[in-house]
């Protein structure tokens, strides 16, 4: 990042500045002015697209558009994102963590957003007991990155980890799980979320390691490993998966993978977690 604060002269970067323009005027100062080679440039470039879809992954950017789609760099071989299969979940949800706490939280917190259709980290995070139904049938959340309200079949995972937390002294407005409620710092809402985000993510990558699972675990992963194994489970039914997913458009769900599909949200919550009469 060193090129990058020569070329800004040491002032800071907002990730609504990142556009195609700025992109291609940074390329050219690497291959013009620092006489870099186009794969260094490119590398450079990578580490930057990097950085800003981190942002966008963890909700706090939310672009206009793609600032990169008409940027031509040689990009090195792209590392496919991790993703569990049902199989892998399953491990990470009967870990016996009786005598680890937070471990214990990062564990169910995962396992919820996998379950409850790829849930994103920030919106589970501030679920709140208003927000779910007494006789623990759905709950219904609306989320933080687009405003859609998405309404979430409550199954047998999921209201398993529920009973964990609620108790009869738990009032509506309290978080379902304990992290925000913890704020010694006294952080700034969203500087609060970052932060528990960051440290969940270091549990899971230790979670990992105890479920024997050889792959680099976030809080991300459980919303492509609930596209990817109910794209398995429907045979490609990529428009179910999309409005499962609370996505805005086909295209976005593409991008977690390019195939077809067709069936109904509470479908795949049934799929990967029937509901028992």
Not at 95 to 107: P, W
Not at 166 to 173: E, N, T, Y
Not at 272 to 277: F, T
């Amino acid at each position: 990042m060193n090129k990058l604060r020569k070329y800004l002269n040491n002032r800071d970067l907002l990730f609504n500045e990142i556009t195609c323009e700025f992109i291609s005027d940074y390329q050219r100062y690497m291959i013009n002015k620092l006489g870099n080679g186009q794969s260094t440039a490119s590398k450079n470039l990578e580490n930057l697209e990097v950085i800003y879809f981190e942002a966008v992954h963890a909700d706090l950017f939310e672009p206009a558009k793609d600032p990169w789609i008409k940027i031509k760099f040689t990009r090195s071989k792209v590392t496919p994102k991790a993703k569990l299969t049902l199989a892998e979940v399953e491990r990470l949800a009967t870990l016996d963590l009786s005598d680890a706490q937070m471990l214990n939280h990062a564990r169910n917190i995962f396992v919820l957003m996998f379950y409850s259709r790829g849930m994103r980290i920030r919106d589970a995070l501030q679920l709140r007991w208003m927000m779910v139904k007494p006789d623990l049938s759905r709950f219904v959340y609306t989320m933080n990155k687009t405003g859609k309200e998405l309404d979430i079949l409550i199954t047998e995972p999921i209201r398993n980890i529920l009973e964990q937390y609620r108790s009869k002294h738990v009032r509506p407005q309290d978080y379902v799980f304990p992290f925000l409620s913890q704020n010694p710092r006294k952080l700034e809402h969203h500087k609060l979320v970052q932060s528990w985000t960051a440290e969940i993510n270091g549990l899971l990558k230790e979670l990992a390691r105890e479920a024997v699972i050889d792959k680099p675990i976030s809080t991300h992963v459980a919303r492509h490993s609930f596209a990817e194994v109910t794209r398995e489970l429907t045979g490609n039914d990529i428009y179910s998966i999309s409005a499962g997913l609370g996505h805005s458009s086909v295209s976005i769900t593409e991008g977690y993978f390019n195939k077809e599909l067709k069936t109904g949200a509470d479908k795949l919550s049934q799929i990967v977690a029937p509901v028992k009469e």
